[in-house]
C-alpha cells in the first residue's frame, strides 16, 4: 500500500472545481503525538469518535490558517483545551481520532468546506464557498479507506 502526501489538489475546469483531498492517515488523538506528527501548516480536518459499537463517527470538520494544523487539532482534541460544549462531552466520553490535509488556501477551504457540509449536513446555511465557481466536487483518497463522500 503507497501512502500517498496528505495534501488537496486543484483542478479548474470552466465554471467547475474538482478538489482531490488526500488525507493522511487516521491517528488516535493523543497531545505529544500531535506535536510530533502534525505539521503547523494551513488545511482541513475531520475528528471522529469511536462509539460503543467500535466505529468510527465524524464529529468535526474544521480548517485551520493562523496557529496551524498541529495547534488546532491540539486544541480541539484535547478535554481541557476544548471550549465548545458538545465537542467537549464527546470528547470526554469517547477516544477522538483525527486526519488532516494540507490546503493553503483560504478561498479553497471555504469550497471544500461548504461540500463537505453540503454532502454531511445538506441545506445548511452557515457554511459558505468562495463564489469563484458554479459547481464544487471532491474525491478522497484515504489509505484507512474512510471516504466520507
Known amino acids: 500500500m503507497i501512502d500517498r502526501k496528505p495534501i488537496t489538489q486543484k483542478l479548474v475546469r470552466a465554471r467547475d472545481v474538482f478538489y482531490t483531498v488526500s ?28 462509539d460503543d459499537w467500535e466505529k468510527l463517527c ?15 487539532i491540539r ?4 478535554i481541557e483545551l ?12 469517547h477516544d477522538c481520532w483525527y486526519r488532516w490535509s494540507l490546503l493553503s488556501n483560504s478561498d479553497d477551504m471555504a469550497d471544500v468546506l461548504f461540500f463537505f457540509a453540503q454532502t454531511y449536513l ?17 474525491k478522497e483518497n484515504d489509505a484507512d479507506k474512510i471516504v466520507t463522500v
Open 23 to 50: 488525507w493522511s492517515r487516521l491517528r488516535k488523538a493523543d497531545k505529544y503525538e500531535i506535536i510530533t506528527s502534525v505539521p503547523s501548516e494551513a488545511g482541513i480536518y475531520e475528528l471522529y469518535y469511536m
Open 75 to 78: 486544541a480541539r482534541t484535547d
Open 122 to 138: 445538506p441545506g445548511i446555511l452557515s457554511v459558505h464557498h468562495s463564489g469563484r465557481y458554479d459547481r464544487v466536487f471532491v
Open 82 to 93: 476544548e471550549k465548545d460544549a458538545p465537542r467537549k462531552a464527546i470528547l470526554e466520553e
Open 58 to 72: 465524524l464529529f468535526h470538520v474544521g480548517k485551520s490558517w493562523y496557529g496551524g494544523l498541529r495547534n488546532e
